[in-house]
């Protein structure tokens, strides 16, 4: 361990093995609760690493934690090291800072918090860019793994029936952090899609239904858990969440939920991938600015996301990304997909200002990437409110 931790505190840390799950068509591996896991079912969790990445049913440590590195493992499986830009800290953890949560302690720097249990040791004396202030997220890149290692429980939540995608050191700063509820495509499962993980290092608490058959109750009902879990006693997430600042997203059939849920008035703001709707009558039930991303004509979605934006009466972005109806999950355009999709996010929902530039105006950044097939705004002369 590094000097900087006194040898009192690392007799007073009880190093346990981290806890492992099944992804896909990996070897069997043993799939173990969650140590004083969130009402609703203990889960099965993918834990991630910090400098070094956490393997399935041990502990890592890494010392000396480079400026803005870290490494993200779903899972169970150790993902590589990948550099973050932006001004992000060191070691995914915060330089000389780290928390765990979901049973897991940790250790990094001169001082560490725990919400109890396993260990996570994240790098010692990380360097960082651009340190947070309280309250304040930290600077990122939309287009990479963001500043927060992020860990994934299945089968929790509502009759065990989600996948929960979420910071492992909850309420870093005192931030409150956003709640996000996905619908996957017909026939298919949250593990399938990258995207969840992913804004789950950028600060986002994400809850995606287990169903292939998702609707807009089971959209709603992974809020409404999230609301009651951030103020249950003994929660991981008690007093963790923004109950203000909800959005709504899904896939194909999922963003048809979306649509059908949009009357929850808890939801500020949501994202349709690949989804025009088949009654054109929900598209009236959206209350804030949206954002719409859908394939070219390729895409079996296209002449319904085409529809959509043209009777939509929100701010709306309406980007084409070049392919099919699958472009969320091919390996080609998912990266740009995410990336502007944990750009509305954090504009929206996180407030950073600095993103004005990529959805307002003729000119955004979004409008004048080349990536993108072609791009549209309604309402988006100004920054919506």
């Not at 956003?178 to 969840?196: A, E, F, H, K, R």
């Not at 088949?278 to 949206?290: D, E, H, Q, T, Y």
């Not at 390996?331 to 407030?351: D, E, F, N, Q, S």
């Amino acid at each position: 361990m590094s000097n900087h931790i006194s040898g009192s505190k690392r007799a007073a840390l009880t190093l346990a093995a981290l806890f492992t799950m099944h992804c896909g068509d990996d070897k069997a591996s043993t799939t173990e609760p969650v140590t004083s896991p969130p009402a609703g079912g203990a889960g099965s969790v993918a834990a991630a690493g910090a400098t070094g990445a956490a393997v399935a049913g041990t502990s890592a440590a890494a010392s000396g934690g480079g400026s803005g590195t870290r490494a993200t493992a779903s899972a169970g499986r150790a993902a590589p090291t990948a550099p973050v830009t932006g001004g992000v800290a060191g070691g995914g953890a915060a330089g000389a800072a780290g928390a765990a949560v979901g049973g897991q302690a940790s250790i990094a720097g001169s001082s560490g918090s725990s919400a109890a249990g396993a260990v996570g040791a994240a790098g010692a004396g990380g360097a960082a860019g651009s340190s947070a202030s309280a309250g304040a997220w930290p600077m990122a890149d939309i287009g990479a793994d963001g500043p927060f290692m992020q860990m994934t429980v299945k089968n929790t939540g509502p009759s065990n029936g989600y996948q929960l995608s979420f910071p492992v050191d909850l309420g870093r700063d005192g931030l409150k952090h956003p709640i996000v509820t996905w619908g996957n495509g017909s026939g298919s499962t949250p593990d399938q899609y990258t995207l969840l993980q992913r804004m789950a290092t950028h600060g986002f608490v994400v809850i995606a239904s287990n169903s292939s058959s998702v609707n807009a109750s089971l959209l709603k009902g992974g809020i409404d858990w999230l609301i009651m879990e951030n103020g249950r006693d003994g929660s991981m997430f008690k007093d963790k969440l923004d109950p203000d600042q909800v959005a709504a997203m899904g896939f194909s059939l999922g963003s048809l939920a979306t649509f059908e849920a949009a009357t929850d008035e808890r939801i500020k703001t949501m994202i349709h991938i690949s989804g025009g709707s088949m009654n054109k009558s929900v598209v009236a039930n959206l209350r804030g600015p949206a954002a719409f991303y859908c394939g070219t004509s390729s895409d079996i979605a296209f002449n319904g996301c085409e529809g959509d934006f043209e009777i939509s009466e929100v701010p709306t972005i309406y980007a084409n990304f070049p392919g099919d109806h699958l472009g969320v999950r091919n390996a080609a355009t998912a990266p740009m997909i995410a990336k502007a999709t944990v750009g509305w996010l954090r504009w929206r929902l996180m407030g950073d200002k600095m993103l004005d530039a990529m959805f307002v105006g003729p000119d955004c950044t979004l409008c004048k990437d080349t990536m993108w097939d072609k791009v549209q705004q309604k309402m988006l002369d100004v920054a919506p409110p």
